[in-house]
């Protein structure tokens, strides 16, 4: 996108930028707001399940309580008896007792307003004109405690709850049971779920407790209840789903939440009016959209200024550019003169400056060309002397080459040896190239224990351990004799007792190429061991081989050469070594064909 803007002026990208941001800063507007409107969306939410809660763990609560005294007033002995009793005056006698009874009960729960006993028969107890109010086929056959609709009582002049539960006769056992009638509660609803009149002072919205019959039975609208839920909202809720799930739907009009009272064969329903829930926020809205156009306003103010002091200034420099090329350089009135903002002030005066510097420049560049030539000139000279300096080591070669003739010539073997040695050892070391093959490592150090077993008079015996296969592994030149030197010099010549000198190689596990020299001869004291692991151990540029001792220098050579061109984890990666028992030096290096020179 940056690219593609690169090709249009300054004036259609600040456009393009300028309606950018205004599209951003809209839709984050539209965001916030819309963000608002679910935070208070969820908070109503919030509320509404905590309410809800509240509700439900209240009506439980009462509910457990009224199911707790009914069965002790439907197989009460006294209760039992007097809906038994078909004698007018037996009942009259029984009467205060069970009077007494009843009171006690409605004692222990608030809101029991009475009693009713209907038997089967003449019995009946607290019943004038019951039959005719009290819903008695409703009740079922089985049940521990069946709780009817609203109803208006006409004995207590209110909207009541009853509870029934129909009475057997303890006397005989299922299935020859006999019903012998009902014992029935009068409720106040305010005994079934708490008081709700004070939340309209506090809320914009309605709870409503619905009895089995979708009657309002508590609500903090009083003047709903015992009446069934307003057409809108009952129509919002049937489409919620049956009656008992739980369910929740928005439109233009209401927000409707409705859960089941399992207990009561009822429902909550809460409903909150949206017009209600989001007030306030049209102010929200009006402030944003007016924040929305200041902000075009001062974007257009910023974009008038902008062209003033940047679009016209540079429009005026590019026609000077134009007019510069037409005219060349060597023009009298070369200078431009640009106002605006200090930028571009600036950008004028240092372009005048470059012009005044170009003559300066011209001759600069002529002088330049000049030195560059010198400098080609030297390069040539260093050439030469280096194609001089490779007259010496030929020089040597041959050199060694008329002694080793003399040598064979005069009948001395052991000069003619050494001197041979001695050749393919300096061929070997000034061969081009830095990869060459374990064969000729091999060959090389061979040549070097041949010398210094002539002059050690066969002091030491030499073992080659190689694995033929290994021998075409390629490696970098001039690893293994350093090794041996060092094992010849510190280890074998400090000796007077004979010894070995075992040079050889093998894979690992991990199919890397493992290099040993090891020498059964002087040793090193731990001190020593210790300090020439810990120079293995840093780094290769903290190495100052100057600084280091010069019988180890070989060995940091060796390891940083390796390091160097393989890598950290190659290298000397073992020293093994004590006092008059030898030294075994292990160099890993990779045997792959994929490793290359780091």
């Not at 017009?275 to 007016?290: I, K, M, N, P, S």
Request: overall charge neutral.
């Amino acid at each position: 996108m940056f690219a593609l803007l690169k090709k249009y002026s300054i004036r259609v990208q600040l456009l393009c930028l300028g309606i950018t941001i205004l599209l951003l800063l809209a839709v984050t507007a539209a965001w916030g707001y819309n963000r608002i409107l679910n935070i208070t969306y969820k908070r109503n939410t919030d509320y509404t399940t905590e309410m809800i809660a509240a509700i439900k763990q209240s009506v439980a609560s009462n509910v457990d309580s009224i199911n707790r005294i009914l069965p002790n007033i439907a197989y009460n002995d006294l209760v039992q008896q007097y809906l038994l009793e078909d004698d007018r005056l037996a009942q009259y006698e029984l009467n205060t007792r069970i009077e007494k009874l009843f009171v006690n009960l409605q004692s222990m729960k608030q809101g029991i307003m009475g009693v009713v006993l209907l038997g089967e028969g003449i019995s009946s107890y607290n019943c004038v004109g019951c039959r005719d109010f009290i819903p008695f086929g409703e009740i079922p056959l089985r049940t521990s405690a069946y709780y009817t609709g609203v109803h208006y009582s006409p004995y207590y002049k209110s909207d009541v709850m009853y509870v029934g539960v129909p009475v057997y006769d303890i006397r005989t056992t299922a299935p020859s049971e006999k019903r012998i009638g009902y014992a029935v509660m009068v409720l106040d609803l305010q005994a079934i779920a708490p008081k709700l009149d004070g939340l309209s002072k506090t809320i914009a919205g309605q709870f409503y407790v619905l009895d089995r019959n979708r009657a309002v039975a508590i609500s903090n609208d009083a003047s709903t209840v015992g009446r069934p839920l307003p057409p809108a909202i009952a129509k919002r809720v049937e489409e919620n789903g049956p009656s008992g799930e739980s369910a929740r739907s928005e439109d233009g009009a209401f927000v409707v939440r409705e859960e089941g009272l399992p207990e009561i064969g009822g429902t909550i329903v809460s409903v909150f009016p949206v017009e209600e829930l989001f007030r306030g926020l049209e102010d929200v809205q009006r402030l944003l959209l007016g924040m929305l156009l200041l902000l075009v306003a001062v974007m257009y103010a910023f974009y008038i200024a902008i062209s003033r002091n940047i679009l016209y200034p540079i429009r005026s420099f590019m026609t000077f550019i134009y007019s510069l090329r037409a005219k060349g350089l060597d023009h009298k009135n070369k200078r431009v003169s640009l106002e605006g903002y200090s930028e571009i002030t600036i950008m004028a005066r240092q372009f005048n400056s470059l012009l005044d510097e170009i003559d300066d420049l011209a001759a600069k560049l002529i002088d330049s060309k000049t030195h560059i030539f010198e400098l080609q000139l030297l390069k040539k000279q260093a050439e030469l002397q280096f194609l001089k300096s490779q007259i010496n080591p030929h020089f040597l070669y041959n050199t060694l080459e008329t002694i080793k003739g003399i040598a064979y010539a005069k009948g001395v073997p052991e000069i003619r040896e050494m001197t041979d040695s001695l050749g393919r050892i300096f061929r070997y070391s000034v061969k081009g190239g830095e990869v060459v093959l374990l064969r000729e490592e091999i060959e090389t150090v061979e040549a070097y224990v041949r010398i210094q077993q002539v002059r050690f008079a066969n002091r030491f015996e030499f073992a080659n351990e190689f694995d033929e296969t290994l021998r075409e592994t390629k490696v970098i030149k001039m690893i293994l004799q350093p090794l041996v030197e060092n094992a010849v010099f510190h280890g074998i010549e400090p000796c007077l007792h004979p010894c070995r000198l075992t040079v050889g190689c093998r894979l690992d596990e991990g199919g890397d190429l493992l290099l040993w020299v090891a020498d059964d001869g002087a040793g090193m004291d731990p001190a020593m061991l210790d300090g020439i692991r810990r120079s293995l151990a840093e780094p290769p540029s903290s190495h100052d081989l100057n600084a280091a001792p010069q019988r180890h220098i070989g060995i940091l050579n060796v390891n940083n050469r390796i390091r160097f061109a393989y890598g950290g984890e190659y290298g000397i990666v073992s020293i093994e070594s004590a006092a008059d028992r030898g030294t075994t030096v292990t160099v890993k290096l990779p045997a792959k064909e994929g490793v290359h020179h780091v």
